[in-house]
């Protein structure tokens, strides 16, 4: 029980603050609006930013990445097949199904509460996973729903070019490169530019947490339930089952890795997952629906993985 009140409820405690003033209209739609773009272009980037640049490189550990992707893509695979194959849907609905299976909210939710369960040094691992999760999953989810839309015809440079273009311009990729390319090349920052980024990425978290409160008050569950429950489902507790087996018995990951990777894949479907389903047209209620019923479901879920983990 303290686990559940003193790591989870804090952090969605405010969510549920952002989520009460939109509803209750204290938080104008255009304040949630510009809340989320300065939190997703400019402070979460500089929060990754800040971090990636003093991250060990000994945090990118094959066995840490092989067991948490491991989890995702067998998370797509087992989307995807129920979608098609029992629900009947579109192969480009089923992608996009399969997409919100194998994308937890790795940034907004899984590095609060890693770092209030865990402390702040525990969060090497999560930055590793993430530094790579947006451009990976983010380029197989495009390729495949693009070769599904083109039926195999078309798929050349052009597309490549225009997978690369929509990665490479993402504030959170950028943040990231720049932040490996500080890492790399071992450029000592000025003090007053290390401050002002460490200030901007203070406020990353609290905003985007108090923003993605108010930006589910948009969604509302609506037909298709089972749908949902079956990408939700997997979400919650396939993937992190599979990240634990192979991090625990499979690869041997120390404990901190384990914890960072179980916790990371834990998470419910991020609000890429709905931005994916968005830009294709393909299965929008459900990813919308997983959104806000997955981030109320994790409570309880993720006190269950808390409570499994060393």
Do not use: C
Not at 47 to 52: C, D, K, M, R
Not at 117 to 144: K, M
Request: no cysteine.
């Amino acid at each position: 029980m303290s686990a559940l009140i003193d790591v989870i409820m804090p952090v969605f405690l405010v969510i549920g603050a952002g989520y009460l003033a939109a509803w209750r209209r204290l938080f104008p739609e255009s304040a949630v609006n510009g809340l989320m773009l300065y939190a997703q272009n400019f402070a979460v980037p500089a929060l990754l930013f800040s971090a990636i640049s003093t991250l060990d490189p000994g945090g990118f550990r094959a066995p840490l990445l092989l067991s948490y992707y491991s989890g995702s893509f067998a998370s797509f695979a087992l989307g995807f097949a129920g979608a098609r194959l029992v629900f009947a849907r579109s192969p480009e609905d089923s992608i996009a199904i399969g997409f919100v299976a194998m994308f937890p909210n790795s940034l907004l939710l899984g590095l609060p509460i890693t770092e209030r369960a865990y402390g702040a040094d525990a969060l090497t691992a999560n930055y590793a996973i993430i530094s790579i999760h947006a451009p990976l999953l983010y380029t197989f989810g495009i390729v495949l729903m693009e070769a599904a839309r083109s039926r195999g015809a078309g798929l050349g440079p052009a597309l490549f070019r225009q997978v690369a273009g929509s990665i490479f311009s993402n504030p959170l990729v950028i943040g990231i490169l720049l932040g490996l390319a500080v890492n790399l090349s071992g450029v000592a920052l000025p003090g007053a530019l290390n401050s002002a980024v460490d200030t901007i990425a203070a406020s990353a978290l609290p905003a985007a947490l108090f923003g993605l409160g108010g930006v589910l008050v948009r969604y509302r569950p609506a037909g298709d339930i089972k749908a949902i429950a079956w990408a939700g489902g997997i979400s919650l507790m396939l993937h992190p089952a599979i990240t634990y087996a192979l991090g625990r018995w499979g690869l041997a990951l120390d404990q901190a890795q384990l914890r960072s990777a179980v916790l990371t894949a834990a998470m419910a479907p991020g609000i890429n997952t709905f931005l994916f389903a968005s830009m294709f047209g393909a299965a929008r209620r459900v990813a919308a629906s997983a959104v806000l019923l997955g981030t109320a479901g994790s409570v309880f879920t993720i006190w269950i993985w808390l409570a499994a983990l060393p």
